[in-house]
């Protein structure tokens, strides 16, 4: 219970003056002990535990000591936007996939006919190449990829991203000091490569891509920046 009775300003046995911001202090707890004793946690999709035992929340990208933290959080006018947007996006989305569904039958029958006919070609060839900067020594990894049967290369570049320990499905349980990059091609499988989970150099000439049309090869090259890990 919060003293009321000798605060500056009250009289004896008056109960005091509450200020404002102990009055929104008292909501927020309420609101709090409300959402602990209604809310089941185990079912929010944007709540993780990491592997320092801390919270996060993958709506708004924010870190919270406790489920208590996170509870007040999800009160919040940033976590409410959030959720907003999100919707209105998922609605978005389901209209445009309700657009699409409806002009499926004015598609020509050899559109149908190819997109039925579509089968992956399989993995492509790649090396991986270890060395260091001549200047700074740092850590280089360099991914070469292969795609000779690929149609229409000035049209079809190769897109690669990089996915945390935490989304992959592979490896349980999820290791964090690991991180892993994704290289897609269609109609080709995507390959991922598990690299050191530590800050990347995004300067200039560090972090390179490149297609080569002719030749149907998609080389990418990183430096790390050693000693400086990423935070999950």
């Not at 200047?135 to 990829?145: D, K, M, V």
Request: net charge positive.
């Amino acid at each position: 219970m919060v003293d009321r009775q000798n605060r500056v300003g009250s009289k004896f046995g008056g109960g005091g003056v509450s200020s404002a911001q102990q009055s929104e202090r008292e909501r927020k707890e309420r609101l709090r002990e409300l959402a602990l004793e209604t809310i089941d946690l185990a079912k929010d999709p944007y709540l993780m535990r990491n592997h320092l035992g801390t919270y996060e929340c993958k709506l708004c990208l924010t870190l919270h000591t406790n489920e208590a933290n996170y509870l007040s959080h999800t009160q919040g006018k940033k976590h409410q936007a959030g959720l907003a947007r999100r919707a209105a996006m998922e609605a978005k989305l389901a209209r445009q996939k309700e657009g699409s569904d409806v002009m499926m039958p004015l598609r020509s029958a050899t559109q149908t006919s190819r997109s039925r006919t579509k089968v992956k070609i399989g993995r492509p060839g790649y090396e991986v190449s270890k060395s260091r900067d001549p200047e700074t020594n740092a850590r280089c990894l360099t991914f070469e990829l292969h795609y000779p049967e690929l149609d229409d290369a000035r049209n079809r570049q190769p897109r690669h991203r990089f996915m945390s320990a935490y989304e992959q499905r592979v490896e349980t349980p999820p290791d964090g000091s690991y991180q892993y990059l994704l290289v897609a091609c269609d109609p080709y499988e995507t390959v991922g490569f598990k690299v050191p989970n530590e800050k990347i150099d995004r300067g200039e000439g560090k972090f390179v891509t490149n297609w080569d049309v002719e030749a149907k090869v998609f080389t990418l090259t990183l430096h790390f920046l050693d000693g400086v890990p990423t935070k999950n």
